[in-house]
């Protein structure tokens, strides 16, 4: 079954900050990837993240803790192009192990 | 420098038949994964070759099946087509250098209806 979690479906306002949660119990562990994927097109990379402490990317942002298994997504100033799934994944003894994505609607 | 692509795009089949699909990843890219799309399970590994061998493999039935050319460019196969396996099957290519981490190119997907 799945051991990383991330909630179904979030909404957000246009010009907002939203925080996307992810939990993940693995014994092997290399990283943890972000990736979006707008409806009928492949994922694309966001970040990566191997040591504890947060990346920052323009609007985007990932946060990690390895001692408690979650990784967080922070998207600032949002557009509405950013509305798309998310998708979490840790890099472990397979190449990758993907959340099932969180749908992200972005309103006006 | 060009894209993972995959063929076909769009695949329409009945049950127990077989399907192959194609993968030609990024140049230099020796490492391609395959992985089954659907909206109730997600992103699910299927399998990773590099250098024309099997390295990793996820937990699908024996009818997944798939192999890699000595120019990186990959195959995989599903026999005895079930309706369940109708999924969007995306490829993604990585340099896999010893050290780095792998960043994964994904294609654009085959979509795949068994009827």
């Known amino acids: 079954g799945q051991n990383i979690d991330q909630p179904t479906e979030m909404t957000a306002t246009e010009g907002a900050i939203v925080q996307i949660n992810c939990t993940y119990q693995t014994s092997g562990f290399n990283g943890l990837f972000w990736y979006q994927q707008h409806a009928g097109e492949a994922p694309t990379f966001l970040s990566y993240?191997?040591?504890?402490g947060l990346e920052e990317k323009g609007r985007f942002s990932s946060f990690l803790s390895r001692s408690k298994g979650y990784s967080y997504l922070l998207l600032k100033e949002l557009q509405m192009k950013d509305s798309a799934s998310y998708l979490c994944?840790?890099?472990?003894?397979?190449?990758?192990?993907f959340g099932k994505g969180t749908r992200l609607s972005v309103i006006a | 420098k060009a894209g993972v692509t995959q063929t076909p795009r769009y695949l329409i089949k009945t049950r127990g038949q077989q399907v192959t699909l194609s993968c030609s990843p990024i140049s230099g890219h020796r490492s391609v994964s395959w992985y089954q799309q659907t909206p109730g399970q997600g992103l699910q590994f299927l399998f990773e070759y590099f250098s024309e061998t099997q390295r990793n493999k996820g937990n699908f039935p024996g009818r997944f099946s798939g192999r890699q050319f000595s120019n990186s460019r990959s195959e995989m196969n599903v026999s005895t087509l079930e309706l369940g396996d109708s999924a969007l099957y995306l490829c993604?290519?990585?340099?896999?250098?010893?050290?780095?981490?792998?960043?994964?190119?994904f294609g654009p997907g085959t979509r795949l209806t068994v009827l």
């Open positions: 993240n191997v040591l504890d």
């Open positions: 993604a290519s990585s340099l896999s250098r010893t050290g780095k981490y792998n960043e994964q190119f």
């Open positions: 994944a840790y890099s472990g003894n397979t190449p990758l192990v």
